[in-house]
Structure formats: structure tokens, C-alpha cells
């Protein structure tokens, strides 16, 4: 069974920058694509970026293109969300999501695409 915890959470001013990451237990990610999803308060869970295993094919929402960058970390059971100048719209509980998937292009966009879910780590952005 896989694990994932987020790291990295915490409040910073608008324009800002946090960098969160999703640790893995028990296995690394090298055949793994990856994604992270966030809710606000009052708001539905929504997409935010996904990294195939191969690292070749990212995808991001409209919201956070050229501020958010999906990577894999050092360590090949981690992957990192590098967040930069944030917006008070980005304050929301930010989701790591796993799917063993082989496919080096493939990038799920759904939250039911992936097959493990971290516990989620809390993100604010003062204006």
C-alpha cells in the first residue's frame, strides 16, 4: 500500500512563493504519474497540475500556468509543486495523487484517474 504526505504548507503574502512536496512511502514513483488538486473553502476539489512518469508531459489549469511548476524531487519518491507569486485565489488544502500508469505521456486530469491520495497540507495567501 502507498503512501503519500505533503509537505511544505503554510501562510505567505500575496506574490509569494512555496514549494510543496509529496513523499511516498514504501516505493518511488519511477512508474508513477503524479498530480496535485486543491479545494477552497466553499469550493469543489479542482485539478491543478499532473507530471507523467517519464517526466516528459506536464499539464496545468489555466489559473496557475506560469506561476506553478510540477517536478519530480531528488529522491525518486517525491514530487514537488514550486508555487510562485501567489495569489489569495490560491489559498486552498493542496492534494498529492499517484497512479501507477506506464504510459510516458499520459497525464490524468480527474480526481478519480489516480489511485492514491495524500491527506492533503494547507495553503494561505494573505493579500
Known amino acids: 500500500q502507498v503512501q503519500l504526505v505533503e509537505s511544505g504548507g503554510g501562510l505567505v503574502q500575496a506574490g509569494g512563493s512555496l514549494r510543496l512536496s509529496c513523499a511516498a512511502s514504501?516505493?518511488?514513483?519511477?512508474?508513477?504519474?503524479m498530480g496535485w488538486f486543491r479545494q477552497a473553502p466553499g469550493k469543489e476539489r479542482e485539478f491543478v497540475a499532473a507530471?507523467?512518469?517519464?517526466?516528459?508531459?506536464?499539464g496545468y489549469t489555466d489559473s496557475v500556468k506560469g506561476r506553478f511548476t510540477i517536478s519530480r524531487g531528488n529522491a525518486r519518491n517525491t514530487v514537488t509543486l514550486q508555487m510562485n507569486s501567489l495569489k489569495p485565489e490560491d489559498t486552498a488544502v493542496y492534494y498529492c495523487?499517484?497512479?501507477?500508469?506506464?504510459?510516458?505521456?499520459?497525464?490524468?486530469?480527474?480526481?478519480?484517474?489516480?489511485?492514491?491520495w495524500g491527506q492533503g497540507t494547507q495553503v494561505t495567501v494573505s493579500s
Open positions: 495523487a499517484a497512479k501507477p500508469d506506464g504510459r510516458p505521456w499520459y497525464i490524468p486530469l480527474l480526481w478519480d484517474d489516480y489511485t492514491y
Open positions: 514504501g516505493r518511488t514513483f519511477a512508474n508513477y504519474a
Open positions: 507530471l507523467s512518469y517519464s517526466g516528459a508531459n506536464t
